[in-house]
């Protein structure tokens, strides 16, 4: 057999290694009770794919008894080479990589992104107002959608199960919704640099308006089912507790760091795309803990409907305005339509570059295939992002493609924060505390 | 096709152009990380276009006089006199303040000391680092490898970048990771994406890549991967080396 480089051997050179795979504890402990070697402290591999633990994540803990006495995370699992990836296509083309980065919130991915290039291409202040408005229409209905996961998948795993059911049941309206406006249920590659890639579709706004109408009347069930639920806050009060100190210097940001009472919010305190113009309020608790977290994303959800519906307002008065930047030469060229045969390519446009305009169908296949230049230089616009601080460092060096870019994901940084709220706790709080973090592993590991 | 019956000039690989080299001779420093050959991905003699030839310097944009405007002196006044009261004046090598961000260029020795600065100086407060962001210049010659840093001060709502840059050859760079706790996972990930070393880290390995993978993926030098794939009857060459256009 050839050699695997990548493949070295892994035996454990010390201790006692258990397979544990189910329905054999019986022999499992026979044959340590004769063992000297038999003592409390076990150190036990959580995942990688345990299903409580948001993705493919390994929680390397060393147990006393049911008491946590050290917390380590394992990660890499989900490494795609994003960042690599978007090194090698266009400055366009970058964005259908890092939608697919944090799965959770896709247009914050491509909203961080896209305002570093625009911020490089110096285009900030040429962004049709329509465009801005309807990133933050997205943005907040994502903010909806994120958040309803991490209470799911947060009541799910303390063995809440009503409030995974309900939490899923309310993310398909919200997915519903960005297929209607995108064509896509995720991975979007909405947010261009530019603008975004259409308008809205007939009837969006009426879709959005019932949305929230709904959504104002299920919200309440997650309270009257949460909120002073006696098993709940048993669950997740006091646990997983980091405060203020802690929290920057760990780079904590988000939810984890508002619930510490730190009203820290980029949308409020540096604004991008418009927020400054809008009506909303920046949520905080101050108990430090995953209950006080919890509390956050619900009422987070209450603010993103409020902007959610100002966004509608506004365009409902635009309709018709242009969604991409004037500048020919950076945006798309290629218009889409619905046929009788689906979404494709418009047929006026088709028409004007096959059969009117060699200028034209030059200026499309130019922009298609070679993309536009970005000045060289380099710019990092983060955004608030449903886990927090999200950025993304992006540097050109004059070329078509991007030179380098970065995301910095808030889940990463804040699953540091795992040995910290865990440890000294029990076991089954760990799994409360990384809930409350609420990482994705594709947004952690990119 | 082979090098003799390409009818591309020879390409003066460190050459300086005009323009620049008028720069370079007033005292100001030349930000060239790299060169750029051709325009339309094509060499040898399938170029018909007379743009094979085309040879352009990748500029950044250089070190900023002052005032740097707004609040970019207060930072870099507080930053001064701090240095000052050291040994350390020069420990910044150069500021740029470009499409309304200001980057420190640290010299790499006093970073620890710089950041210290950052985070405690009243006048300064920087509390949050949003990490550090490795990025490879392999035309950048012996500063080839570059870490950024991202620092914001929730007090006064500023943001400042500082920029290390050290040679291929010593890839070390000191670890802040004691005074920004925060780094440690994202100095680990700038190790094992880009192999920079950075001393004093409580435990530097692998995070995202396995533990006895060879290389640092994100380099310039190391190759993308992909493997070709057949549709119809054509074959699409995978990603890094299809046609580019420079």
């Known amino acids: 057999m050839a050699q695997d480089v990548y493949a070295g051997s892994a035996d454990t050179a010390e201790g006692r290694v258990f397979m544990v795979t189910g329905q054999d504890w019986d022999s499992i402990t026979q044959g340590l009770e004769a063992d000297e070697l038999a003592e409390e402290r076990v150190v036990v591999n959580m995942g990688p794919q345990h299903p409580s633990t948001h993705g493919v994540l390994r929680l390397i803990l060393e147990l006393d008894g049911e008491t946590v006495t050290e917390a380590r995370c394992g990660i890499g699992y989900l490494h795609t080479g994003i960042e690599k990836n978007m090194e090698y296509r266009s400055w366009v083309q970058g964005v259908t990589f890092c939608t697919r980065a944090d799965y959770l919130s896709p247009f914050f991915n491509e909203a961080t992104y896209v305002l570093g290039v625009e911020k490089l291409l110096g285009i900030e202040d040429e962004i049709p107002e329509k465009a801005q408005v309807m990133r933050v229409l997205l943005m907040e209905l994502n903010r909806i959608s994120s958040h309803l996961v991490a209470i799911a998948t947060g009541g799910m795993e303390i063995g809440a199960l009503t409030v995974m059911t309900i939490g899923f049941r309310e993310r398909e309206l919200v997915l519903d919704l960005f297929e209607l406006i995108t064509g896509l249920r995720m991975n979007h590659a909405f947010i261009r640099p530019g603008g975004v890639s259409q308008d809205l579709p007939p009837g969006a706004l009426d879709e959005i308006r019932s949305f929230v109408k709904l959504m104002r009347k299920r919200l309440p069930e997650y309270a009257d089912l949460c909120n002073a639920n006696p098993i709940f806050k048993g669950r997740l009060e006091g646990v997983g507790h980091l405060d203020l100190a802690g929290c920057l210097a760990l780079g904590l940001s988000g939810p984890i760091l508002r619930s510490t009472g730190y009203p820290w919010d980029l949308r409020k305190t540096q604004p991008y795309c418009g927020y400054e113009t809008y009506d909303f309020d920046v949520q905080t608790w101050d108990t430090s803990d995953s209950y006080g977290r919890f509390r956050i994303r619900l009422a987070e959800m209450w603010e993103s409907l409020r902007l959610v519906e100002q966004a509608a307002d506004r365009l409902a008065k635009l309709e018709g305005a242009p969604v991409m930047v004037a500048d020919k030469k950076i945006a798309w060229p290629s218009q889409l339509a619905i046929g009788s045969d689906g979404l494709g390519n418009s047929l006026d446009h088709i028409r004007h570059i096959m059969g009117e305009s060699m200028e034209a169908l030059i200026h499309h296949f130019k922009l298609v295939t070679e993309g536009f230049r970005v000045p060289p230089g380099q710019a990092y616009v983060p955004i608030e992002s449903p886990r927090g601080e999200l950025g993304a460092h992006v540097v050109s060096d004059g070329g078509t493609r991007p030179f380098r870019a970065h995301f910095r994901d808030p889940s990463f940084t804040n699953l540091q924060a795992t040995s910290v709220m865990s440890e000294g706790g029990m076991v089954a709080d760990v799994i409360v505390a990384i809930a409350s973090i609420d990482p994705v592993m594709g947004g952690v590991d990119r | 096709m082979t090098e003799e019956n390409s009818n591309v000039p020879a390409q003066p690989d460190s050459a300086v152009p005009e323009e620049l080299s008028d720069d370079a001779s007033r005292g100001r420093r030349v930000e060239s990380v790299g060169t750029r050959h051709g325009m339309f991905g094509v060499s040898g003699s399938g170029d018909t276009s007379g743009y094979g030839g085309l040879v352009k310097q990748t500029i950044f944009p250089g ?184």
């Open chain 2, 63 to 246: 070190a900023s006089q002052r005032p740097y405007g707004g609040w970019y002196d207060e930072v870099a006044d507080a930053l001064e006199a701090r240095l000052k009261a050291t040994d350390l004046a020069a420990a910044v090598e150069k500021v740029v303040v470009d499409r309304g961000e200001i980057t420190f260029h640290v010299r790499r020795d006093d970073l620890p000391f710089v950041a210290q600065m950052f985070r405690d100086d009243e006048s300064l407060r920087f509390e949050f680092c949003a990490g550090v962001s490795g990025v490879h210049y392999p035309g950048d010659t012996g500063r080839e490898l570059h870490a950024v840093y991202h620092l914001l001060s929730m007090t006064y709502n500023r943001r400042v970048r500082l920029e290390v840059s050290v040679p291929d050859a010593d890839p070390h760079i000191p670890s802040i990771v004691s005074i920004y706790p925060t780094n440690d996972w994202h100095e680990r990930e700038t190790y094992d994406m880009y192999g920079i070393v950075f001393d004093g880290h409580p435990a530097l390995t692998r995070i995202l890549m396995p533990d006895d993978w060879p290389g640092h993926p994100q380099r310039k030098d190391y190759p993308l991967g992909g493997i070709p794939v057949e549709y119809k009857g054509g074959t699409i060459p995978p990603p890094d080396q299809r046609r580019s256009y420079s």
